[in-house]
C-alpha cells in the first residue's frame, strides 16, 4: 500500500526541488498533492486523507505553527515535517509540541530526509498495527455480544461498547451482503459513532448500530458506493428494545442473510420487520395441488411456471427450508412421470445442499426434459388395474401376490409386466405412493407421525422414516416443521 503524501511550500522552486530530491516511489510513498497555500493545503485534508505532511514553517498567509496545529486537529494521525530557514529553534517548537516527526533546515540534507521519512513510516506502520489489534478486539467482542447467552457475560460487553437501551436512540443490527471491496466499508465503520461494533462473518458484515432513523438513514446513504443500496444489499434488523433480545435478533438476521443468498438477491435495501408486523402467510402446495397443477403442462410452461413460484416465495418472504420442500414436492411429481429414474437419490441430495434457486431450477427442469422425452405413458389394462388398487387402497397390507389373486394373474409375470412400463417395481410404487399421500398428511393434518405411518399402511414407523427419508431426503418431523417456516 502506498503512503499519501502532501507538500506545502509557499516558494514553487522549493515545491519542485523537493519532489526530485528522492525517489518517493522506492519508499512507498506517493505524492498526492502540492500547495503554495497553507489555507487551501487545509481545506484538502478536510475532504482527503494524507499520511505524511511535509511542510515550510515560513508562509504570509498563515503562521507555521498555527498551520500545523490546524493541520494536526484535522488529521490527528497523519505525521508531520516541519521544514524552515530559521536558525531559531523556538520559532518551530510549536510545530514539534503538535507531534511533528523532525525540524529540516533548509537547505534539505538528503540523507537525513530519508532517515526522517523512515522514521514516520516506522511510526504508522506501529499506528496501523494499533489500531489493527484494537479493532480485531472490538470485533471479537461484538461477535461474542450478539452469540453468547451468557446473561453476565452480555452486560459486560455491552458496557465495553458502549452502548445504551433508550427510546431515543434504537439499537439494531445491521447485515451487510458481501461487500467490494470490504476494505472501504471497513474505514467508513470505524469512524463512526453511531456504529457500535461489527465484525465480518463468512463474507458478510455484521453491525450493531445504536442512533436515530435520521442517523440511520444517513449511514446508508453515505456507505461507500460499493455497497449502496443500488450493488449490495443492507439488511437492517428490526428494533432491539433490551440486551435480551440481541441473540434473537441475530439469529433472525442470519436466517435472513441465508435467505437472501438462496434466494439470489443482487441488490437492494430490506427493512426488516418488528415484532409486531408479520410477512404474508405462505403455504405450501400440496403433492395433489402440484400435481394437478402440472397435468398437461410442456417443458417451456413447466420453466416459466416454476420461476413463478419461486418468484411468489421470495416476495413473501419464504425461508429457503419452504423453497427445497416445495422443490421436493415438485420432483416427486414429476418422478412419477417417468418409467426410468436412475439419479433420483442424487437430485434430493442436490436440493437440498444448493446454494441457491437456480441450481435447483436447473436440476428439476432437466427432470421435467426427461420425463418430455419419455413422452405419456401407456399401460396394459392390467397395469392400470394394478395402479388403481394401490391408489385406493394404499392402507391395506398390499402385496403383488395378493394382487394377482385378484387379478387371477401369476404373480411373477404381473411384477415384471408392471415393472416393464412403469419403470419400478410394484412394491416401490406402492412405497412411493404411499409416501406421496404422507406428504400431504404432514402439512394438513394434525395426525403425529406415528398415526400418518398407519394411516398409509405402514404398522413399522422406523420403516416408514426410513422410506420417507430415502424419497424425500428429509424425515417426516424436519418435512412438517420446514412446511411451517414460511418465513424468516
Excluded at 334 to 352: E, G, P, Y
Excluded at 424 to 439: C, G
Aim: glycine share 4%.
Amino acid at each position: 500500500m502506498m503512503r499519501k503524501v502532501m507538500l506545502v511550500n509557499d516558494e514553487y522552486m522549493l515545491l519542485r526541488g523537493l519532489k526530485l530530491l528522492v525517489d518517493w516511489k522506492s519508499l512507498g510513498l506517493e505524492i498526492i498533492n502540492t500547495e503554495q497555500n497553507p489555507k487551501l493545503a487545509l481545506k484538502y485534508l478536510h475532504d482527503n486523507p494524507v499520511d505524511i505532511l511535509i511542510s515550510d514553517m515560513n508562509m504570509p498567509e498563515l503562521s507555521g505553527p498555527d498551520f500545523v496545529a490546524a493541520a494536526k486537529a484535522i488529521r490527528p494521525e497523519m505525521e508531520l515535517i516541519v521544514i524552515s530557514g530559521y536558525s531559531d529553534f523556538d520559532y518551530v517548537r510549536a510545530g514539534l509540541q503538535q507531534n511533528a516527526v523532525n525540524y529540516l533546515r533548509k537547505p534539505i540534507d538528503t540523507d537525513e530526509l530519508l532517515e526522517t521519512l523512515h522514521g514516520a513510516l516506522d511510526r504508522l506502520q506501529a499506528q496501523q498495527q494499533q489500531h489493527q489489534i484494537a479493532s480485531l478486539a472490538v470485533q471479537t467482542q461484538t461477535r461474542t455480544l450478539v452469540t453468547t447467552d451468557q446473561e453476565m457475560e452480555r452486560q459486560q460487553l455491552i458496557d465495553a461498547l458502549g452502548i445504551q437501551f433508550d427510546p431515543t436512540t434504537v439499537v439494531r443490527l445491521i447485515g451487510v451482503l458481501n461487500p467490494l471491496p470490504p476494505k472501504d466499508l471497513v474505514s467508513y465503520l470505524q469512524i463512526l459513532d453511531v456504529v457500535k461494533g461489527f465484525y465480518v462473518e463468512g463474507q458478510d458484515f455484521i453491525i450493531i448500530f445504536q442512533g436515530t432513523t435520521d442517523q440511520l438513514n444517513i449511514f446508508i446513504n453515505e456507505a461507500p458506493h460499493q455497497i449502496g443500496a443500488e450493488r449490495r444489499p443492507f439488511l437492517i434488523g428490526a428494533p432491539i428494545q433490551d440486551e435480551t433480545q440481541l441473540h434473537n435478533r441475530y439469529l433472525q438476521l442470519r436466517r435472513e442473510i441465508a435467505r437472501q443468498y438462496f434466494f439470489e438477491t443482487a441488490a437492494g435495501l430490506r427493512m426488516m420487520l418488528p415484532d409486531t408486523q408479520q410477512d404474508t402467510p405462505l403455504t405450501l402446495p400440496s403433492y395433489s395441488e402440484v400435481k394437478k397443477a402440472l397435468d398437461g403442462v410442456d417443458l417451456a410452461t413447466f420453466s416459466a411456471w416454476l420461476s413463478q413460484q419461486f418468484e411468489a416465495m421470495k416476495r413473501a418472504n419464504a425461508s429457503d427450508l419452504l423453497a427445497r420442500q416445495f422443490a421436493l414436492v415438485v420432483l416427486l411429481v414429476l418422478s412419477d412421470r417417468l418409467t426410468a429414474f436412475d439419479n433420483k437419490s442424487a437430485v434430493i441430495t442436490m436440493i437440498n445442499h444448493a446454494t441457491d434457486v437456480s441450481e435447483i431450477k436447473a436440476q428439476l427442469q432437466r427432470v421435467a426434459k426427461l420425463a418430455a422425452q419419455q413422452g405419456n405413458q401407456q399401460f396394459s389394462r392390467n397395469v392400470v388395474a394394478m395402479r388403481h388398487i394401490i391408489q385406493t387402497r394404499y392402507s391395506e397390507q398390499l402385496s403383488l401376490a395378493m394382487v394377482a389373486s385378484e387379478l387371477h394373474l401369476n404373480a411373477v409375470y404381473l411384477g415384471q409386466l408392471f415393472k416393464q412400463e412403469v419403470g419400478r417395481s410394484f412394491a416401490q410404487f406402492l412405497n412411493d405412493y404411499r409416501v406421496d399421500v404422507a406428504v400431504d398428511l404432514l402439512r394438513d393434518s394434525d395426525q403425529d407421525i406415528g398415526q400418518i405411518a398407519e394411516t398409509v399402511g405402514y404398522q413399522n414407523s422406523s420403516y416408514f422414516y426410513k422410506l420417507f427419508k430415502k424419497q424425500t431426503g428429509m424425515s417426516p418431523g424436519d418435512y412438517r416443521k420446514a412446511g411451517v417456516l414460511s418465513s424468516c
